[in-house]
């Protein structure tokens, strides 16, 4: 610890601080543009000058460690006219579009000028101007606003690992680019307006559509992915007009992906408003109470053997039991999960033994992957399937002394990762120890094994987790499953099926299903709820309008294990409902009626079912080990990518404009 002075006050520091760190301990703020938390240091826009004694002039305290016995002064007269100075410099070539810049209200550069800036100005020559960029779809560029603070540079080759923006030209020419008027090609892309701390980097959908002081924020989750981002979502009125990250040190930081970002548009659009009924192949708007007369009347004849319902990727928790539980009223157990069932397979087998939450979480937090020394991916594209789990990743590798290597399709996961090839019979080599990779990962200390669902969809899967779990049980290693769909980790919490085998049923209930589902043939009645018009609505025989994750308050739980909440930011349009009011109401009407009439009884049958899924923001661990049901042999068959377009994976992206244009123009690997 070193001992240092601020403004009079005494304060033990640890070595190697800086003295903007020290400030920030105590409560000192000091202003700065260049400097974030999460960057490396650059030190170059000045404004965070402090007085030191014996030191001959101001000094940038943001790449200034601290010195035993060090007496730093933040407030003399000499501060204040530096700061004051370098907000005169900045503001010479600034142009004055404060009332037409999209950063109104949320500008740094306003904000500290307002504070420790001059009254006036003293000059008048004509301002610098720099042409804009083209970074694509979905950021915004106005370079003339720019003050060279390179944080969407350290940004783009730290933490996004593409080397696509930096500065050309000396000088008074100096330029953000990206060298060959390329585009951002990057799913982490949209995190650059954040961090801007001008007008220069803006979103480009948000562009002239509201301002800071007219939203309304509601602190929600992310459903796109199984990582559960934490988000806030600003309204005006009944409209989404952007979605931003929420901190969250445990999930995802300060980062969201593109996707989670921008696809709000496409919850607007294709969207399903009344419950519809198919009549000579049209489909028809009808009461409720014509709807459900007629699901009623259709399944009179049907055996509850030949029932069988499947939850979709973004089912919520509490629609997932409420479903559960009418089926099982029905007298079936047939229920499913959509995330487990490969396209183009009627009989698919997934072996996750869900007895135990160690077969199918991530069996640690996303802050314990810092703590790991090696890591093998099995049939997993962490970029494209849970980008933050990728970023996680990529901050451990530039930390030094962590390995990556892959079993599966070769792609760019943004940090060097050895290839052992595309063949289960690498994975056997390894659990046999015939592998040199063998050794490797008995010797390291906290190694972790990453799957991914490639390696679960297929007919061997059994096999593959079988010698997974050989090598999981010769090392220290970490074993771990990586969802890519909000529901499934929720799903398998409250005992829905894993292994699957669906055969032709007559009465097929889809929950949010938007995926082609290769079960449905002619004789099969099909009832659709969910809130887009895709796939899955194609099917029905009965549509019945469910809401999204943006109009109910409900539980879903990450890859971690975590339960999070989302937020209701408004009510569902037309007559549409909340999920599990809808399978209430319609027990009611089949003569099987639940018993639950509010939010709160809901919510204590869900502590009854699975008391760790009402404990919000904590994992429940289980240290149980990883149980194989059954051995299998394996084919030669390679695994193939789960995801190919990383801007289309569900309902609402495929609705979205935003995402549409994404998917032509960028390439994901």
Request: hydrophobic residues 35%.
């Amino acid at each position: 610890m070193v001992l240092v002075t601020i403004d009079g006050q005494s304060i033990d520091v640890g070595k190697g601080s800086t003295i903007l760190q020290a400030c920030a301990k105590i409560g000192v703020e000091i202003p700065r543009f260049c400097y974030h938390e999460r960057l490396s240091i650059a030190g170059n826009c000045r404004m965070c000058l402090v007085e030191v004694e014996k030191s001959p002039k101001p000094v940038a305290s943001c790449a200034m460690p601290v010195l035993e016995g060090m007496k730093i002064h933040t407030t003399t007269p000499l501060v204040k006219k530096a700061r004051e100075g370098v907000l005169e410099f900045l503001l010479v070539n600034h142009p004055l579009d404060c009332p037409i810049c999209d950063q109104g209200g949320e500008c740094d550069l306003q904000d500290l000028t307002m504070i420790y800036g001059s009254d006036r100005g003293r000059f008048h020559e004509y301002k610098r101007s720099v042409e804009d960029k083209n970074l694509g779809p979905l950021v915004k560029t106005i370079m003339t606003r720019c003050i060279h603070c390179t944080r969407c540079v350290r940004f783009a080759t730290e933490i996004a690992g593409v080397q696509d923006l930096g500065t050309i030209g000396r000088g008074r020419d100096t330029e953000i680019s990206t060298y060959i008027q390329k585009l951002f090609n990057s799913e982490l892309s949209g995190n650059v307006i954040d961090l801007c701390p001008v007008g220069a980097l803006t979103s480009k959908p948000y562009a002239f559509t509201a301002r800071a002081w007219e939203l309304k924020s509601t602190e929600s989750i992310d459903v796109s992915d199984a990582v559960g981002s934490n988000i806030r979502i600003d309204l005006r009125g009944s409209e989404i007009m952007r979605v931003l990250p929420r901190l969250n040190e445990d999930v995802n930081e300060e980062w969201i992906s593109d996707k989670a970002r921008f696809s709000y548009d496409g919850l607007k659009r294709q969207r399903l408003h009344n419950p519809m009924i198919k009549i000579n192949g049209e489909y028809k708007s009808v009461d409720w109470k014509e709807a459900f007369n007629h699901i009623k009347n259709s399944i009179k004849t049907v055996s509850s053997s030949e029932m069988v319902a499947i939850i979709g990727n973004q089912a919520d928790v509490e629609s997932t039991l409420m479903l559960k539980e009418l089926l099982a009223k029905l007298g079936s157990d047939n229920i499913y999960l959509e995330s487990m069932l490969k396209p183009g397979s009627e009989n698919q087998k997934v072996s996750l033994n869900n007895d135990f939450r160690s077969n199918y979480t991530l069996n640690m937090s996303l802050k314990d992957i810092g703590d790991a020394d090696l890591c093998l991916l099995v049939g997993t594209n962490p970029r494209l399937e849970a980008p933050i789990v990728n970023l996680r990743l990529r901050k451990r590798f530039l930390q030094g002394g962590f390995k990556v290597s892959s079993i599966g399709p070769v792609s760019n996961l943004t940090y060097p990762c050895e290839h052992l090839g595309n063949n289960v019979n690498v994975l056997l080599e390894i659990a046999e120890g015939r592998h040199a990779y063998s050794k490797l990962i008995a010797k390291a200390k906290k190694p972790i094994i990453l799957v991914g669902m490639s390696a679960l969809q297929r007919f061997d899967s059994n096999a593959i987790m079988n010698m997974i779990h050989t090598i999981n049980k010769h090392t220290k290693a970490t074993l771990g499953i990586v969802h890519a769909h909000a529901s499934t980790v929720g799903g398998l919490d409250l005992g829905i099926k894993s292994k699957s085998q669906i055969n032709k049923h007559k009465f097929i209930f889809l929950l949010g299903v938007d995926n082609k589902v290769d079960a449905v043939h002619s004789e099969s009645f099909v009832v659709y709820q969910g809130h887009h018009g895709d796939a899955g609505a194609h099917l029905a025989d009965v549509i019945l309008p469910g809401a999204a994750y943006t109009e109910k308050t409900a539980h879903y739980v990450n890859l971690e294990g975590r339960s999070q909440i989302s937020r209701m930011a408004f009510f569902s349009p037309g007559n549409s409902r909340e999920d599990w009011r809808i399978i209430r109401a319609l027990s009611e009407e089949l003569g099987v009626t639940l018993p639950y009439h509010n939010d709160a009884d809901v919510q204590r049958r869900l502590k009854d079912v699975a008391p760790h899924i009402t404990e919000h923001g904590s994992i429940v661990k289980q240290m149980t080990p990883f149980v194989i049901s059954h051995i299998e042999k394996f084919t030669d068959q390679p695994f193939e990518r789960y995801i190919d377009n990383f801007y289309l994976t569900d309902a609402v992206c495929r609705s979205s404009q935003i995402m549409a244009r994404c998917s032509t123009l960028y390439k994901l690997d």
